[in-house]
């Protein structure tokens, strides 16, 4: 079978980029364990692993199981804290996901606040009596929704009844 079958069948097994993160921080955890074995190999200068391993049990007074176990926790080890990099990665581009997110609805909020303010004061300017109440009540809502309006909102409200014209029927 050739390697991209087999890399995608492997892309079907894991779901998304998780899978192939776990993936990767096992075949990472494998890959240090072969470097430390073969640094080990390398040190004493004997040709089977077993031979090492007696070696090493031998040295530091423990049976050969222990040791093997002492391996298995050091490559459980090292998973581990490369699945927690691997997640802080995750946690972090999340965050600043959510951030951006944020920063855009607020955004968007104060334009949408901006536009009804806007359309609330050309209101206030039109002949017609309905439409003109129509702003200040819009003006009303805006001031009760955005308290950083309510200000200007009292100001312009204020202004507009002082004006000769308000009260007189067309």
């Known amino acids: 079978m050739p390697i991209p079958s087999i890399w995608a069948r492997l892309k079907e097994q894991f779901v998304g980029n998780l899978g192939f993160m776990v993936l990767g921080a096992f075949l990472m955890a494998v890959a240090l364990y072969v470097l430390v074995s073969f640094l080990t190999w390398l040190l ?36 581990i804290a490369v699945q927690l990099w691997v997640t802080y990665r995750r946690v972090s581009a999340a965050e600043s996901t959510a951030e951006a997110a944020i920063r855009t609805a607020e955004s968007t909020v104060r334009s949408n606040a901006a536009l009804l303010f806007k359309n609330a ?35 312009i409200i204020d202004n507009y009844t002082q004006q000769p014209n308000v009260n007189q029927q067309s």
């Open 44 to 79: 004493y200068r004997t040709p089977g692993l077993t031979d090492v391993l007696a070696k090493m049990a031998d040295k530091f007074g423990v049976e050969t199981s222990q040791l093997l176990e002492f391996h298995a926790l050091i490559v459980g080890g090292i998973f």
């Open 121 to 155: 004061v050309e209101l206030l300017g039109s002949d017609v009596p309905i439409v003109q109440i129509g702003g200040i009540q819009a003006l009303g809502f805006l001031a009760r929704d955005y308290p950083e309006y309510q200000a200007a909102v009292a100001a």
